[in-house]
């Protein structure tokens, strides 16, 4: 674990709510030298707690659905393992893969254009790995919310939202150029709009107009830098919750509860067993049982049922995956 200061939290922090914000920026914002900025980001770089910045899509909006399955596996090498996990790793589909602790091994996120393809690529999968599988989840997406890391700064604690209404909009319709730039920014998101400019043939001015038009036609929701969490002492855990009685006004109080959790960073309602998925960043396991347990006692009327485990490993996160382009 490293121990990171204020001004490297108030830095991280920042990029969390916008991954693309110049360093000039940053350095106004925080009120210190932007070259301060630029030797800290290199230290945070070089001890391996930025992830990567990415641009956050909502490939719902183009008709691309979401399907989230955990796999629980049997009589499987360490070997066969690592060929499943990089064959995943390739799948122009997938959104997510990660390794999972608990009854589940993998967790992994597909977005498809119906559900028909998607069954196409469960079935792919069960005819090279189903002997490895002893059990599997499928939940699909309804909607998404990405929140930032509030807990990063002390001082901060208002929160960004991501909301993914993933609900096609059919008058979009994206050119080869758009696909270009989509393709350069989704796992790149601090890319330089003259540097992507010389790349695909364009100005930087073309650039900054189809990237500003993506953002209105909410193609693009934003840009976070991800982070290496175990890396500055915290840990993340996927939570599940069955909600079998359905009543709005609950339900709506639930998502607003978590919203104001500093410790939620993701959460998904499914078609499902699990109705309500989430992502909890905490310091310590105590942390985390504490959130649950007030969780469940607030909401006891509606959450029959929940299932926890630990994620241990990131290997893809790209809210753009080739198989949408």
């Known amino acids: 674990?490293?121990?990171?200061?204020?001004?490297?939290?108030?830095?991280?922090?920042?990029?969390?709510?916008?991954?693309?914000?110049?360093?000039?920026?940053?350095?106004?914002?925080?009120?210190?030298?932007?070259?301060?900025?630029?030797?800290?980001?290199?230290?945070?770089?070089?001890r391996d707690i930025i992830f990567g910045t990415l641009t956050i899509f909502d490939s719902g909006v183009l008709g691309y659905n979401w399907y989230r399955v955990l796999f629980r596996l049997l009589n499987i090498s360490k070997k066969q393992k690592e060929e499943f996990i990089n064959y995943l790793k390739e799948h122009k589909n997938v959104v997510w893969l990660g390794e999972v602790g608990g009854r589940w091994d993998i967790a992994v996120n597909f977005a498809?254009?119906?559900?028909?393809?998607?069954?196409?690529?469960?079935?792919?999968?069960?005819?090279?790995?189903?002997?490895?599988?002893?059990?599997?989840?499928?939940?699909?997406?309804?909607?998404?919310?990405?929140?930032?890391?509030?807990?990063?700064?002390?001082?901060?604690?208002?929160?960004?939202?991501?909301?993914?209404?993933m609900s096609e909009n059919k008058s979009i319709k994206l050119d080869s150029i758009d696909k270009k730039i989509i393709k350069n920014i989704s796992t790149n998101g601090r890319i330089d709009n003259t540097?992507?400019?010389?790349?695909?043939?364009?100005?930087?001015?073309?650039?900054?107009?189809?990237?500003?038009?993506?953002?209105?036609?909410?193609?693009?929701?934003?840009?976070?830098?991800?982070?290496?969490?175990?890396?500055?002492?915290?840990?993340?855990?996927?939570l599940f919750l069955q909600v079998n009685k359905l009543d709005r006004?609950?339900?709506?109080?639930?998502?607003?509860?978590?919203?104001?959790?500093?410790?939620?960073?993701?959460?998904?309602?499914?078609?499902?067993?699990?109705?309500?998925?989430?992502?909890v960043e905490t310091k310590n396991a105590e942390e985390f049982q504490d959130l649950l347990l007030a969780l469940r006692s607030n909401f006891s009327d509606i959450i029959t049922d929940y299932d926890t485990f630990p994620l241990?490993?990131?290997?893809?996160?790209n809210y753009f995956p080739d198989g949408v382009l």
Not at 219 to 226: D, S
Not at 312 to 317: C, E, Q
Request: aromatic share 10%; proline share 2%; net charge positive.
């Open 195 to 238: 540097q992507l400019g010389k790349m695909l043939g364009v100005s930087r001015n073309t650039i900054k107009k189809r990237i500003e038009n993506l953002i209105k036609q909410k193609v693009i929701l934003g840009f976070r830098t991800f982070l290496k969490l175990h890396n500055i002492g915290y840990q993340s855990n996927m």
């Open 112 to 165: 498809c254009e119906s559900p028909v393809a998607f069954n196409t690529i469960s079935e792919e999968l069960s005819v090279k790995f189903g002997e490895f599988v002893k059990e599997m989840e499928t939940l699909v997406y309804v909607d998404i919310y990405d929140y930032s890391r509030s807990y990063l700064d002390p001082d901060n604690s208002s929160r960004k939202e991501f909301f993914h209404r």
């Open 249 to 279: 006004e609950r339900e709506t109080e639930l998502y607003y509860y978590l919203q104001m959790l500093p410790q939620v960073t993701f959460v998904v309602k499914h078609i499902g067993k699990w109705k309500v998925g989430l992502e």
């Open 1 to 46: 674990m490293t121990e990171i200061d204020l001004l490297d939290r108030k830095i991280l922090s920042t990029l969390d709510r916008d991954g693309r914000i110049p360093v000039a920026e940053i350095a106004k914002k925080l009120e210190v030298s932007r070259q301060l900025v630029n030797i800290r980001l290199k230290k945070l770089e070089a």
């Open 312 to 317: 241990l490993k990131d290997h893809i996160i």
